[in-house]
């Protein structure tokens, strides 16, 4: 919801030093978990080879966090550090290599010398795990043999991944012929007690684990395909992993009505959508599974912080690898995206971009999308809208996503003119639009506009006969405290011709945008973004406008 991030941090346990428990796990409240669920080798570098002892007992996970290391993920299980900081953090990092000293977060936007006081002691800087781990990835990268299958490996290849030394190795193989396949990667850490479990989140982005690795098949290389990390292989005893991702059945989507074939187009603002938070297994099966679920065919995004990340999405939709959306195969499609070449505009600590998603399979083709140019005068948006062209059976339509002007909770005057400014300029983009394409008369401006339609604001656009689909008392934001929403920012608008193909329906979708992998303060299962999707339902056997002669929306640019 532009510069604010409304989701709610729970309050800081009296008892610091106490574990949290749910569902007789440990949720780590310090360490980082990312590794856990996000998959990706975390500090491999501070590996320490193992003695001939036992385990570290469980209670050693409670330790400080390395900020020079720590994902975006990791910052997160910080108190008062959401999203929006975490990723402050990690940009800041980026521009200056890696932080010298504790003190230098103070120096990152959000934090500040007096929310550094309170995350003092939760951190601590290490300057050499960066480029240790630079150079261990490098390493890893050019040795195949790194990432193993626990339940086919060989001492030798046990042995290639850093912290696990030749001992260890043979006593992994040793303990696997004597009592059969593992069932899971944490296996190795009870009740085998092979390793402790800092030493598994380091080195887990590097193992794999069997499909059918749960039958205690005492032959373990017949063991078929290895999954490598995904979600198929969570439930584990340690963390948000043990808890199962459930999500409620709901009714197939019936693409016709009425005899009719019809189409939902939907919008969603997944707030800073980058490749670092697509790899959370949650992040990604809520979106994926909201896609299919409601049946969107078209979905409009908003806050991409890298372009790329869309692509992840599409893959998991057209190859699924998590169980949630592989039971939801048979409600896919041929998935395809289109992100913005340039970024839109800024966001917080960098870059935003604005994309599209939309089934091919579904007779939906794009014909062009652009940015909209910038004028001689200057920023017209804060974020430029970007434009698509789509054809979907018989119908021609244009799909304008926005992210107009954030205003804070106590907006300034300033900020306040600037998105009634950015409204106004609504109006020339339109008669752009009808210029660049007068055939064209099917308009869509849909996304977040960080005011509610009722505002005397949008009369500019109702006076070009645009509707707008979400009523004002109807909320578009969700938190974790705050299911039910309080604002409705996110909306969609339709032009005359437009609106005589909608049918009806739309949705604010509030159910199932939730999973117990996504990091909520110092707890897990929060949201994915902090805004809900939206989709409106038109019908696509007609279309009142000319086939349009020029199909190109590249070098739109309001009058300057």
């Known amino acids: 919801m532009g510069g604010l991030c409304t989701c709610c941090r729970p309050q800081v346990p009296k008892d610091r030093n106490s574990t949290i428990k749910h569902h007789g796990s440990i949720l780590h409240r310090r360490t980082s978990i990312s590794a856990a669920f996000s998959y990706e080798p975390n500090n491999p570098s501070e590996v320490v080879p193992l003695s001939k002892t036992h385990a570290t007992p469980l209670p050693t996970i409670f330790s400080t966090l390395d900020i020079n290391t720590a994902t975006e993920e990791d910052l997160m299980t910080l108190p008062m550090i959401g999203r929006v900081i975490a990723h402050n953090i990690v940009e800041y990092r980026k521009q200056i290599g890696c932080f010298r000293r504790v003190e230098d977060l103070a120096l990152v936007s959000g934090i500040g010398a007096t929310k550094l006081e309170k995350l003092r002691k939760e951190i601590h800087v290490s300057t050499s795990t960066a480029n240790a781990t630079k150079s261990l990835l490098h390493n890893s990268e050019s040795n195949s043999s790194v990432i193993v299958d626990i339940n086919s490996a060989s001492a030798d290849q046990f042995s290639n991944i850093e912290g696990i030394s030749d001992e260890l190795a043979v006593k992994i193989v040793n303990y696997r012929n004597t009592n059969g396949s593992f069932h899971h990667i944490n296996d190795l850490v009870e009740p085998s007690g092979l390793i402790d479990v800092h030493t598994l989140l380091k080195i887990k982005g590097f193992l794999a684990i069997s499909k059918n690795s749960g039958k205690h098949s005492r032959n373990a290389s017949s063991a078929s395909s290895i999954v490598r990390n995904t979600a198929s292989n969570i439930s584990f005893g340690i963390g948000p992993e043990s808890i199962e991702s459930h999500r409620a059945r709901v009714e197939s989507f019936n693409s016709t009505k009425s005899g009719r074939p019809i189409i939902r187009i939907g919008t969603w603002n997944l707030q800073q959508f980058g490749l670092e938070k697509v790899q959370n297994p949650g992040v990604r099966e809520v979106v994926c599974a909201t896609i299919l679920e409601t049946g969107i065919k078209i979905l ?261």
């Open 300 to 560: 409009v995004v908003q806050e991409l912080s890298d372009a790329e990340a869309l692509q992840e999405i599409v893959d998991e939709l057209n190859s699924p690898t998590l169980p949630n959306i592989q039971r939801l195969k048979g409600n896919s499609g041929l998935w395809r995206c289109m992100a913005s070449r340039k970024p839109a505009g800024r966001m917080y600590q960098s870059a935003e971009y604005n994309g599209f998603i939309w089934d091919s399979a579904a007779s939906i083709n794009l014909y062009s999308s652009s940015l909209l140019e910038k004028t001689a005068n200057g920023r017209d948006f804060v974020r430029c809208p970007f434009l698509g062209y789509f054809k979907i059976l018989k119908m021609d339509v244009v799909l304008v996503s926005v992210h107009l002007k954030a205003v804070g909770h106590v907006g300034s005057e300033t900020d306040l003119e600037r998105l009634n400014k950015e409204i106004r300029n609504l109006q020339l983009l339109v008669e752009a639009l009808k210029k660049k394409v007068p055939e064209e008369k099917d308009l869509v401006i849909l996304g977040d506009f960080n005011l509610e339609p009722n505002k005397a604001d949008f009369d500019i656009l109702r006076k070009q006969s645009f509707k707008s689909i979400v009523p004002e008392t109807v909320p578009t934001n969700i938190s974790s405290k705050n299911m039910k929403g309080s604002r409705c920012y996110d909306n969609i608008w339709l032009s005359d011709s437009a609106a005589k193909l909608y049918t009806g329906a739309y949705q604010v979708v509030r159910n199932g945008l939730t999973n117990p992998w996504i990091p909520d303060g110092w707890r897990w299962g929060g949201v994915a973004s902090d805004h809900c999707p939206v989709w409106v339902e038109l019908f696509t056997d007609k279309d009142f406008d000319a086939e349009a002669a020029n199909k190109s929306l590249e070098g739109l640019q309001l009058k300057a």
